[in-house]
């Protein structure tokens, strides 16, 4: 157990819809970051927030949004969903940027 | 561009030790080398990381060769749960972004 936990741990819906992906960091770590792995492909990174901030992003498409909370837990906002969305959607924590990263076990994401 | 390159495949018998080579030619000479393990599509995790000096740890051990452009990590005694795919990765300079490659399928046989 990583202590990172993401919900919901499946998702199915439609394209042109909206869903929220959430994670819950590991306790003490203050980043949080966001990636993409689609089927039989490597991890793509999404985006970084340390501390509340915005630190780093990847190729995160426009329709995709994210945000981290006081409490230090993040949110992923993915809208418009097109077929090329379904992935799995993995989220990570380190106590600070540049630190080893710890991994939830992923929000299956189905889009029909 | 920054990137690691590490063979796509490797096989090991159970018991025996298992080496994984990772080029990283392009790391900056401040910045860590991570190394990861992703058994079937759980999340990633993580086994070890290191600078300059050898490492070691209760799951493997990480050399890194003296110019920093290459490291191994070793699995001192493989079983059939060590089968996953290896990711070797440094963080792209100051981007707090890890450079993720294909990483290495390893596959420990009985």
């Known amino acids: 157990d990583s202590g990172v936990t993401q919900t919901p741990k499946h998702l199915i819906t439609a394209t042109g819809q909206r869903v929220t992906l959430r994670c819950s960091p590991r306790?003490?770590?203050?980043?949080v970051y966001w990636y993409q792995q689609s089927l039989d492909q490597g991890l793509q990174f999404l985006i970084h927030y340390y501390n509340g901030e915005e630190r780093a992003k990847g190729n995160i498409l426009e329709r995709f949004s994210a945000q981290q909370f006081p409490d230090l837990h993040s949110e992923l906002n993915l809208s418009s969903l097109e077929l090329g969305d379904s992935a799995l959607y993995f989220c990570?924590?380190?106590?600070?940027?540049?630190?080893?990263?710890?991994f939830g076990d992923g929000t299956r994401l189905s889009i029909l | 561009d920054a990137k690691t390159t590490q063979p796509t495949s490797m096989d090991c018998a159970e018991g025996r030790a298992a080496n994984l080579p990772c080029n990283h030619s392009?790391?900056?000479?401040?910045?860590?080398v991570y190394w990861y393990r992703q058994i079937h599509s759980q999340g990633p995790q993580y086994i070890i990381h290191?600078?300059?000096?050898?490492e070691t740890n209760e799951m493997a051990s990480l050399i890194i060769t003296e110019d920093r452009k290459s490291s191994t990590l070793i699995l001192p005694h493989a079983t059939l749960r060590d089968t996953a795919v290896y990711y070797c990765t440094h963080y792209m300079d100051s981007n707090y972004q890890l450079i993720w490659g294909a990483g290495t399928k390893l596959i420990i046989k009985p």
């Open positions: 392009t790391i900056s000479g401040n910045e860590y």
């Open positions: 306790s003490g770590d203050l980043s």
């Open positions: 290191g600078l300059k000096n050898n």
């Open positions: 990570a924590s380190s106590v600070a940027p540049h630190q080893p990263q710890h």
